[in-house]
């Protein structure tokens, strides 16, 4: 396994798919040797020596590929992802991993070998901010996590040259919340450690008028008391990424993200360490700042390992992106008027 050379293939050659490209020409072991979309345009922009498809099924069944990342519109993420790994081949695909838990069950069975690998694209989980977070919650320095409170939200659903997709319900599946809340559900999920078993929402969709939510607010609460707060945003007309982690003898505050569009700001940890009967509500702090997004390059780092047999799959597990669309739809399902309209209608 050292010095096996694999053959790679990307399903969806957009934005993300041209981002996960630049990183695997990094790797001497690793040649993408095929490409799909439905975009002609994006195809012509390939070298000749890499094979071109229209579609993912062709792809995945003819191109003799080994590894495939995938990175479609959320109807087909589910189905690419099946075909994949029942042709043997080892699977990264972006988030969100479906539109719907009930998409997603069936891909349960099928990565019951250790040897067949499957990570699903949660890359805020490798940002220098929650590696250092997750280090500093991990040393139990400032104890336990009582509450958590976060903030995501950009201008619109559609944003920059993307298609519509994300805004119809049949082909989305949900808005906001799915499309970008996702990744902030995920952190708290991976910070507390356990699911939230009671969920309180109020969920919209009256400002873009499209049939999936531009806003959702979600109160939850986790078998140990571990209380989190969330405002998912298409109507957050300034940028915005922000998460406070409120511990027994301190805080955690991130506050802006290092992203493609760099919108959200510069990304800063601010670690508080309180002293209630010292400081008078005016506690010592230290603040991060960091240069680089290095989330995208250690998350493929880390599937590549998984492939070589180095170690399992820390993050993005099949299990991890269940347990999230689930903790989705029971926001979704919470608010009543929402559930009655798109859920029991």
Not at 314 to 333: F, P, R, V
Request: charged residues 30%; glycine residues 6%.
């Amino acid at each position: 396994m050292k010095n096996k050379k694999y053959k790679v293939a990307i399903i969806g050659y957009g934005v993300v798919g041209k981002k996960r490209h630049s990183i695997i020409k990094t790797y001497k072991n690793l040649r993408v040797i095929a490409v799909s979309d439905i975009n002609v345009k994006a195809l012509n922009e390939i070298n000749d020596d890499i094979k071109r498809y229209s579609h993912y099924n062709d792809l995945i069944k003819n191109s003799g590929c080994e590894i495939v990342f995938i990175s479609l519109p959320n109807r087909y993420a589910a189905d690419a992802t099946k075909i994949a790994l029942n042709q043997g081949i080892h699977v990264f695909c972006e988030k969100p991993p479906a539109r719907t838990s009930k998409e997603l069950t069936p891909i349960k069975g099928l990565i019951q070998t250790p040897e067949l690998k499957l990570k699903y694209g949660f890359n805020h989980r490798y940002h220098a901010s929650v590696l250092k977070a997750s280090e500093i919650i991990n040393s139990n320095k400032l104890g336990q996590i009582v509450a958590m409170r976060g903030i995501y939200g950009k201008s619109k659903i559609i944003s920059f040259d993307q298609s519509d997709w994300r805004s119809k319900r049949s082909e989305a599946g949900g808005g906001i919340l799915l499309d970008q809340g996702i990744h902030m559900l995920d952190l708290m999920l991976f910070f507390a450690k356990e699911p939230f078993k009671k969920v309180f929402s109020i969920v919209k969709n009256d400002f873009w008028n499209h049939d999936v939510e531009d806003n959702a607010y979600a109160l939850m609460e986790t078998s140990s008391g571990v209380v989190a707060q969330i405002h998912s945003s298409a109507t957050q007309w300034r940028h915005k990424f922000n998460l406070e982690i409120i511990l027994e003898r301190g805080a955690l505050v991130f506050g802006g993200l290092l992203t493609g569009s760099k919108s959200y700001g510069d990304e800063t940890l601010t670690v508080i360490e309180a002293k209630p009967d010292e400081d008078k509500g005016m506690p010592k702090d230290r603040i991060y700042k960091f240069e680089r997004d290095i989330s995208w390059e250690e998350e493929i780092k880390e599937f590549i390992n998984a492939v070589e047999g180095k170690q399992d799959i820390l993050h993005g597990t099949y299990d991890e992106a269940i347990s999230t669309m689930k903790l989705i739809e029971q926001i979704y399902k919470a608010d009543k008027l929402w559930a009655k309209k798109y859920y029991n209608s």
